[in-house]
Structures are given as C-alpha cells and as structure tokens.
C-alpha cells in the first residue's frame, strides 16, 4: 500500500487540496480530499485541463505545424466531467486543430448511458467503436486524471499526474471532423490495463501517449 511512503504535503488553491502519497515510475499519485463531486466507476471519469493552450501545444508541435490562435488565458478547468464539451486535438488537411467536442458517445441504437472510454483491446474491431478508430483518431490533453476507489462505506479520489508536472496527452477516439460544433461530434478516452503501483487504485487507465 502507497500509504507508507506518504513524503509531503502540497496545497493547490484552485478548489482542490492534495496530499502526496508516491511515485509510480514517472507518475505521482494523491489523495483528492475536495471535490465538487464523488463520483466513481468510470477510468479517467474526471481529469484536469487547466494550463493555457500554448503550454500544451508546445509539448507536441512549432507554430508552423498547427492553425490554432493564441489564447495566453489559461483554461482554468481543474475537474473536466463527461457530458461537457472539451478541447480536443487532431489533424486536419496536415495541420494540428483544437476543437471544443463533447465528451460522451451513444449511437442511435444504443438505449444507455453515452460511454466515456474505449477499450484499446477491442476498439478497433468492435461494432461500437470501429468506424471511430479508423477514422476519428485525436488527443485529449490534461495535467493529469482522477481516479476513486473504494475505502469502506465511501469512495476515495486519487488525482494522477507526472512528477515532472508536465502535460500528459490521452489517446482518444471520436466522429469527424471535429469542426462543426454540433451534438453529433463527440468523443471517448481510450483506455488500457493499468500496471504496477497503478493497480493498487483501478484496473484500467487512460492510454497515455509518450513523448
């Protein structure tokens, strides 16, 4: 257990208290004690978005390689939930554009929940998400993702993020073209087994990108 290497505290003011527990290769995981919600069950059901665009484009690609107009605001959202709309990353005409999608998918046929995740295993030949995966491929970028798990009678949120504090980039898949801002563009979080530390909180988590 991750609770006998607890090494310091770190306080953020955005509406979001952690305590640092350890380091998992390149990861950090915290205990999240405030959240406007408790939510569980879902991978990568809650991540945080927050740096400017820039901070992250920089990461990936020079000014020449994208079309993306600078924004020196940050995007100031520390708990990105399903069923909003969220800055999404794909190529276009061989140019990098960022695109506000929604983040939930249902097909017509389909008489539940919209699904947040896609398994990396069975994507790409599944009746759900096939036509997505060969067509719909983008990144979703944060600074890191919430994960609960269950502690007793209540569920406990972890936030995970890099120890370098640096973006992580989320494979994601979704519909086309990503332009019209419409309901019927929309995407999901791909997802992968989780190994070492990280399965001591879930089984899975996103597929995050290297760099």
């Known amino acids: 257990m991750y609770l006998r290497h607890i090494s310091s505290i770190s306080i953020s003011t955005n509406r979001l208290q952690f305590n640092i527990i350890a380091p998992i290769d390149n990861y950090f995981i ?59 990353l794909s190529e276009r005409d061989t140019q990098l554009h960022l695109d506000a999608v929604h983040w939930g998918y249902a097909p017509g046929w389909w008489d539940k929940a919209p699904l947040i995740n896609a398994r990396m295993e069975t994507a790409a030949s599944s009746r759900m998400f096939r036509s997505l995966w060969e067509r719909g491929r983008a990144i979703v970028f944060a600074d890191g993702w919430f994960e609960w798990k269950r502690e ?3 569920k406990q949120p972890y936030f995970i993020h890099r120890q370098d504090g640096h973006p992580i980039f989320m494979a994601a898949i979704g519909s086309t ?9 929309v995407f999901l979080i791909v997802t992968a087994a989780a190994d070492k530390g990280l399965l001591d909180i879930h089984d899975r988590r996103p597929l995050v990108l290297p760099l």
Do not use: W
């Open 177 to 185: 073209p990503f332009q019209r801002g419409d309901e019927k563009e």
């Open 30 to 88: 915290h205990f999240a004690y405030t959240l406007r919600t408790n939510i569980g069950g879902d991978v990568c059901g809650r991540f945080s978005q927050s740096m400017t665009r820039d901070d992250y484009l920089a990461c990936l690609a020079s000014d020449a390689e994208h079309n993306i107009a600078f924004d020196p605001e940050p995007i100031g959202r520390f708990n990105v939930a399903p069923g909003t709309k969220v800055l999404l």
């Open 152 to 154: 007793g009678i209540r």
